[in-house]
């Protein structure tokens, strides 16, 4: 059983910006099951996924992987020979605990943890990349900077996940998606305090698009084909493709 959430149960004085430290890497895997609708499902489907698209001798990117349960899912389904995964993050504390989760499994495939800004990496012959609720927390005008980076390192055929909290364009149905993802929040035990406290931490940190704005992003960094395949509430995942036959 993942240790319990209970980082803002009681009133916090100060509570300054998000940071995924110590505190947060050990609750982690509780706090985004009881506050991400359809985490477990997303992570399921990249493993499917990954089974479909991986190509033999290619690379895999798992771009803000925390604890690892994206690069977890692609490596049980890796089913061709001569793949790399490259798992980044750029916290020491969830890095730390992504390995000691990868070295707790074993398989053929093998997976470097890496601690760096995923900025900083530079992507090669790969075809897979995920970037699993990471770009949100990337600085707006960087956003297509990384983007092409990585449509520029993709082989032909290869694919981009890139999942996200959204904002929206409409701002009723805005808000209704909002007061529903609360009311999902507090269907998985967690009290207003914990709610607003944490809210208070994200809103300089984690700054949301719209899908429409995902979507001409990626046109923009390249990208020939693009498309939400999971929403759940105010959460999706989106499924981007580079053209081309290997």
């Not at 100060?14 to 997303?42: C, H, T």
């Not at 895999?60 to 692609?74: P, V």
């Not at 364009?169 to 529903?180: K, V």
Request: hydrophobic content about 45%; proline content about 3%.
């Amino acid at each position: 059983m993942p240790n319990r959430d209970t980082l803002f149960a009681t009133p916090i004085a100060k509570l300054g910006d998000w940071r995924f430290d110590e505190r947060v890497a050990e609750v982690f895997p509780d706090m985004l099951q009881r506050s991400i609708p359809g985490y477990a499902n997303i992570i399921s489907m990249i493993g499917m996924l990954a089974e479909r698209i991986v190509q033999p001798d290619s690379q895999i990117y798992d771009l803000g992987c925390s604890l690892g349960a994206a690069t977890l899912s692609i490596r049980r389904n890796i089913h061709v020979a001569g793949c790399h995964i490259i798992a980044v993050d750029n916290s020491s504390a969830m890095v730390e605990r992504c390995r000691r989760h990868i070295d707790a499994f074993r398989a053929e495939t093998p997976v470097s943890v890496i601690e760096s800004d995923i900025l900083d990496i530079k992507i090669e012959n790969a075809s897979l990349v995920v970037l699993n609720f990471t770009l949100q927390f990337i600085e707006p005008a960087q956003r297509l900077r990384l983007l092409s980076q990585i449509y520029q390192g993709l082989r032909p055929g290869a694919v981009l996940v890139l999942s996200e909290k959204l904002s929206f364009t409409d701002q009723q149905i805005g808000e209704l998606l909002f007061n529903m993802h609360h009311d999902f929040k507090r269907a998985n035990g967690y009290s207003e305090l914990e709610i607003s406290q944490k809210r208070s931490m994200l809103e300089n940190v984690m700054l949301t698009d719209s899908v429409e704005t995902h979507k001409a992003r990626l046109q923009q960094a390249g990208f020939e084909h693009a498309e939400v395949w999971f929403q759940c509430i105010n959460f999706a995942s989106l499924v981007a493709m580079k053209t081309g036959s290997v």
